[in-house]
């Protein structure tokens, strides 16, 4: 039994992991590397291994970084079964469609770049065909539901309490007589009733070998409590300079949990009446989709959603799916809250917001989620006074903040409870979707806290052996 990162691996983008059982491959997850877009487009082209070759993909949830180049793999032969949960499949539907839309774009630019050096265009990833063949390959199992992938591998999804429809995946391995139990724990979410919208992350037993993420392996969020208060403050403020609050968000989980906190601060008056602009089409296509999918709603949100028919709309709130709609807000006279897509700030409509309003001292650009390195997000996070958007530079003169309690993503602490859900032997514990600071300091977390396993932080291509 034998299992590879192939992405993800001392970074946090472009999740896939390769599964060798008795001679069945498995790839976890197939997403797209975000950062550098050179660096990133020849990282997301092709593959270390043969798409054909595979013989099934088990997704743990819709994020583009973890499904995003699920088109590409079919594109270049993979013809099997993609298993996910009903939610990821929805979303994966959207999402894919958006992304082929946005490789098109890509592309586009930098064939410009290409054209002036005099050298040959370069291809999309791939084409909104691709992403239409690519759902035909997905098979809906419900969380909990124990099914047969290949001879060998039987999966469980399990809650992992990090998006809509996100999964742990927990794989009963068979080989030459020989029995284990692997769990992929996907993106992993806050837990102990943090998520807006989510149920806890739910324990597995058993378990002998755990895929962990170590996104925030070496830092804490701050309370979720103290984080209302300070959204609260933070669009007063701007409010008051009579500026604007950019929030980046990715469009699907994030925007819909920021959608609701800001719903639940105006049920309490704790700001003025503002407007509120979604101005994503996927942002407004995904809430459609969470809409259908109360069965991963927390009880609380539930119990909400029974005093009130729509939780991710009210009379302040407006989603924008036109472009031109898009470009007046640019001009909007006055205060408001605009979300846009990306959350790292790498493509979508945020980027002509940022170029618009970033000059401006009286706006705010508040991050609500997590930002790799390399990434325009990452530089304003940094502090950096000049960034380059669109190939221009441009002045940052706008406040730049960032509330960690909306994420999505476990802290140290909370890894560390999670893995201490985690039931079994436990003894071989790999860490990965963490950059290399992250990971290491997690793994003397973890290895303290169990002496008897081994943990590892693999690089990219190095084989995990059980």
Not at 353 to 367: Q, S
Request: a negative charge; charged letters at 25%; proline letters at 4%.
């Amino acid at each position: 039994m034998k299992l590879t990162p192939y992405g993800a691996a001392r970074m946090t983008t472009g999740s896939r992991h390769l599964l060798e059982v008795g001679g069945a491959r498995v790839l976890l997850d197939c997403g797209l590397a975000e950062g550098k877009r050179e660096a990133s487009r020849a990282r997301n082209a092709s593959f270390p291994f043969d798409p054909a070759s595979l013989d099934a993909v088990i997704l743990s949830h819709a994020h583009i970084d973890h499904s995003g180049n699920l088109p590409n793999l079919v594109r270049h032969g993979f013809a099997g079964n993609i298993y996910a949960t009903p939610a990821t499949r929805d979303l994966c539907g959207i999402m894919l469609q958006d992304s082929a839309k946005i490789q098109h774009g890509d592309a586009a630019y930098v064939n410009k770049k290409r054209a002036k050096q005099g050298l040959p265009p370069v291809e999309p990833l791939y084409s909104r065909e691709d992403a239409e063949r690519t759902m035909s390959q997905f098979v809906s199992i419900d969380y909990r539901r124990r099914f047969p992938v290949v001879d060998g591998v039987r999966a469980t999804f399990h809650d992992a309490g990090h998006m809509l429809g996100s999964a742990q995946v927990a794989l009963d391995l068979s080989e030459a007589g020989r029995q284990a139990r692997l769990l992929f724990s996907g993106d992993v979410g806050r837990g102990h009733g943090t998520s807006e919208i989510l149920r806890d992350p739910e324990p597995v037993d058993g378990v002998d070998v755990l895929l962990m993420e170590s996104t925030y392996g070496d830092r804490l969020h701050e309370a979720t409590d103290s984080a209302s208060d300070f959204l609260c403050s933070v669009v007063n403020r701007t409010r008051e300079r009579g500026g604007k609050v950019l929030i980046p968000s990715f469009a699907v989980g994030r925007a819909q949990g920021v959608v609701l906190a800001l719903h639940k601060l105006r049920d309490i008056d704790c700001y003025p009446a503002l407007p509120i602009f979604v101005d994503s089409p996927l942002s407004v296509n995904a809430t459609e989709v969470f809409r259908l999918h109360p069965e991963c709603f927390n009880a609380d949100l539930y119990e909400y959603l029974q005093k009130n028919k729509n939780p991710f709309g009210w009379g302040d709130i407006r989603y924008i799916r036109e472009v031109e709609q898009s470009r007046e807000l640019n001009t909007f006279p006055g205060s408001a809250i605009i979300i846009s897509a990306s959350g790292m700030c790498e493509a979508g409509r945020i980027l002509h917001h940022l170029r618009n309003h970033i000059g401006d001292a009286r706006n705010t650009v508040l991050f609500v989620g997590y930002c790799a390195e390399n990434t325009l997000g990452a530089q304003l996070l940094r502090g950096e006074k000049r960034v380059r958007i669109f190939g221009e530079e441009f002045d940052v003169r706008a406040e730049i903040v960032k509330i960690d309690a909306y994420s999505g993503h476990a802290d140290r602490d909370e890894l560390l409870a999670y893995a201490s859900r985690v039931g079994g032997t436990k003894r071989k514990i790999a860490l990965v979707h963490g950059e290399e600071h992250a990971g290491l300091a997690f793994q003397k977390s973890l290895q303290a806290a169990y002496p008897g396993s081994e943990v590892v932080l693999p690089h990219e291509g190095d084989a995990i052996e059980f």
